[in-house]
Nanobody, 119 residues
């Protein structure tokens, strides 16, 4: 059974930082392409960042470039999202996503973790 468990969300003031974690089990993590998405109230779920299975390549939404960093530890089966210079527009539920291999036709989702940026 594949499980993705996010943690690290919470309330932070504008300009602050948070680090999200997603612990993965039930699949071969070192083969998986990992992503973070977010969904704000009343909006669609959007891709935030993606990292290849080796961690050798990353890609980011324009809205977070230079502020967010995705990384992974294949020894710990965990993917991270370091979020700096947060602003209220970053408020959303953040979801971890795993595609079990490059080109997979299916994927898996975590339950989400709430990030609220407010003074």
């Amino acid at each position: 059974q594949v499980q993705l468990v996010e943690s690290g969300g919470g309330l932070v003031q504008p300009g602050g930082s948070l680090r999200l974690s997603c612990a993965v089990s039930g699949l071969i993590f070192r083969s998986a392409v990992m992503s973070w998405y977010r969904q704000a109230p009343g909006k669609e779920r959007d891709l935030v960042a993606v990292i290849t299975n080796t961690g050798g390549s990353t890609n980011y939404a324009d809205s977070v470039k230079g502020r967010f960093t995705i990384s992974r530890d294949n020894a710990k089966n965990t993917v991270y999202l370091q979020m700096n210079s947060l602003n209220p527009e970053d408020t959303a539920v953040y979801y971890c996503n795993a595609a079990p291999w490059v080109g997979a036709k299916f994927d898996y989702w975590g339950q989400g973790t709430q990030v609220t940026v407010s003074s």
